[in-house]
């Protein structure tokens, strides 16, 4: 009986504890808060559109409000103000006006797709919160913005007084998602195991309907809302049911650079570009099956045709898909026809002129 009393009053205490911490890091961060925007943004060197939005946007309020700070949350260790400067302009060709301040973040981990090999989309966002707090307790600014798609964030940033904004590109969990898994159809989010049966499907319909119910609360969090399109909008206005706080910006697309290639094709080969980062969600295999199906239908004599796949590799996993489509290719004798192309740089170094890809 002892024993079993001891216990409780060192758990309730503990937990008292940390409680109270809890609260007292908020007060302070309330208390502290800074004259500033932090973007909360784990993977600065991904290369994909939503890291141009991010660029786009730090410029954009040094132009129009330079008495306010940009922070960059990153977990990104090797990135200093001048490195991300230099991204900026290299990658993707926009200008700041001056260094964004970085806050660095070490529980990144937290929020990998490997972390989680099963329940990923919850795992991940509870994982988000966890080190949107680290984020938080180490800085706590004005003007919360998520351009990563961390809605999961947003009670947290709101407790720590901070106005939040976020720009979506795309809803963490949609209908389509579920109806899928409702027909059971096999996709790189639903195991083929799950879609062959009933009972699995029913359980994971279930945790989606009730995943989709957290989003919607999160989400609703948010103070003012952007989507990158009507597709966008009209799932995230469903979820969150914040339609008045919604606007569509679509993204900022650099088409200056476009604009310099010359219209005719000086050589006779005929080139698909494919541009997209080596993520699941792009369904790169799908691309590749569908062009190996359109060569065996030419005649050989026809202009030899070639697809490139342009894209970033975030980290591992990205990697491992992109040596996965390399094999693919071989496996599906086209090998001669597809060229791939990780990383690039938005600008070649020489000359200091735009050669967009190559
Ligand atoms: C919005 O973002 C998603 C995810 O990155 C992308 O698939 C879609 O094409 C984007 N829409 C527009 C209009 O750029």
Aim: aromatic residues 14%; hydrophobic residues 40%.
């Amino acid at each position: 009986m002892g024993v079993v009393r001891v216990l409780f009053w060192v758990l309730t205490s503990l937990s008292l504890s940390f409680v109270w911490s809890f609260i007292q890091t908020i007060i302070k961060g309330k208390k502290n808060r800074k004259r500033a925007v932090a973007f909360f943004h784990p993977y600065t060197n991904d290369g994909g559109g939503g890291e141009r939005v991010l660029w786009c946007a730090v410029k954009a309020i040094q132009e129009e409000n330079p008495n306010l700070d940009c922070v960059i949350y990153t977990g990104d260790h090797d990135s200093s103000p001048e490195t991300l400067m230099l991204r900026a302009i290299d990658r993707f060709g926009v200008k700041l006006l001056h260094p964004p301040q970085v806050v660095h973040l070490y529980r990144r981990k937290w929020i990998e797709e490997s972390t989680y090999p099963r329940f990923t989309m919850i795992g991940q966002s509870l994982g988000s919160v966890y080190l949107s707090w680290e984020a938080l307790s180490k800085f706590t600014p004005q003007f919360y913005f998520d351009t990563s798609g961390y809605a999961f964030t947003y009670p947290l940033a709101r407790m720590f007084g901070c106005k939040v904004i976020c720009y979506t590109h795309y809803p963490t969990i949609s209908s389509d998602m579920v109806s899928r898994v409702w027909k059971r159809s096999s996709m790189y989010n639903n195991d083929a195991l799950i879609a062959k049966s009933v009972w699995l499907s029913r359980c994971k319909v279930i945790y989606y309907t009730l995943f989709s119910w957290m989003y919607g609360f999160v989400g609703s969090c948010a103070h003012l809302v952007m989507v990158n399109s009507s597709w966008t909008q009209s799932h995230i206005e469903k979820l969150w049911k914040i339609p008045e706080r919604t606007k569509k910006v679509y993204p900022p697309c650099d088409t200056a650079g476009l604009q310099e290639l010359p219209l005719e094709m000086s050589n006779r080969n005929h080139n698909f570009i494919s541009v997209a980062q080596f993520r699941p969600e792009k369904a790169h295999t799908l691309q590749l099956e569908a062009f190996a199906v359109a060569l065996s239908k030419v005649d050989a004599d026809s202009p030899s045709l070639k697809l490139q796949f342009v894209g970033s590799c975030r980290n591992k996993e990205d990697e491992d898909r992109l040596q996965k489509l390399k094999d693919k290719a071989v496996d599906l004798n086209i090998e001669n026809n597809v060229e791939f192309y990780k990383n690039l740089m938005y600008r070649a170094p020489f000359h200091g002129r735009r050669a967009l890809w190559y």
